[in-house]
């Protein structure tokens, strides 16, 4: 089981640069939005002192689908974090009345019936449409638009992440339940429960 919370640790590690980074490029793509209504409502002001081409440059496509391009990074990328900070919608209704050993079973067997499956389908049905657009080198159809495979690969390597970070959650949360006190476990950091409740390990 070292070995394994080695391995989730690693991941989680992982996840969490890229999460970060997201931050940055959503800081990113709020400026470039500003800049976007900045230009396109102060275009007359621009061409009229500096002229028509340079206010068609500043408010070209290229800046647009930037725009639209860090949101999508945002989006994929972020996914695979916010899972390991435990903010995707849950029925919280039902599911924060649990106790923390039932939560860590539905979510193993969530994970492992559910996300990895899903994930998998999603690299299946998408590594086809993202290869084809790399032996195009597929451009965006708009003037002075971006090329379109690279930000098609972030699907791929979005679902890649979600599994990778499934695999961690489901080590940690095996590890909570055999008891380890260093699992990492959502769960293991949760509040005490009362009295009476099962915090045993697996079996007990």
């Known amino acids: 089981m070292k070995f394994f919370l080695a391995v989730a640790r690693g991941i989680d590690s992982f996840t969490t640069i890229i999460g970060k980074l997201m ?13 976007n209504v900045l230009t396109r409502y102060g275009y007359s002001v621009v061409a009229a002192v500096f002229g028509d081409a340079i206010a068609e440059k500043a ?48 979510d193993i067997f969530a994970t492992i019936l559910f996300l990895v499956p899903f994930s998998l389908m999603g690299i299946y049905f998408s590594h086809r449409y993202v290869a084809s657009s790399w032996r195009a080198h597929e451009m965006s159809p708009n003037p002075g638009g ?45 509040e005490p429960e009362t009295a009476g409740s099962s915090e045993g390990p697996v079996g007990a």
């Open 146 to 190: 971006l090329a379109r495979y690279p930000i098609k690969t972030v699907i791929v390597i979005a679902f890649a992440l979600l599994i990778a970070q499934g695999i961690s959650e489901v080590i940690k949360n095996i590890a909570f339940l055999s008891g380890r006190k260093d699992s990492g476990s959502l769960y293991a950091e949760a």
């Open 23 to 35: 931050w940055w490029l959503t800081l990113l793509m709020v400026l470039v939005g500003v800049y």
């Open 59 to 106: 408010s070209g496509n290229f800046y647009l689908e930037m725009q639209t391009y860090a949101y999508d990074m945002v989006f994929l990328l972020g996914a695979a974090y916010v899972l390991r900070s435990d903010g995707h919608v849950r029925v919280d209704v039902v599911f924060s009345n649990l106790r923390r050993r039932v939560k860590a079973w539905i």
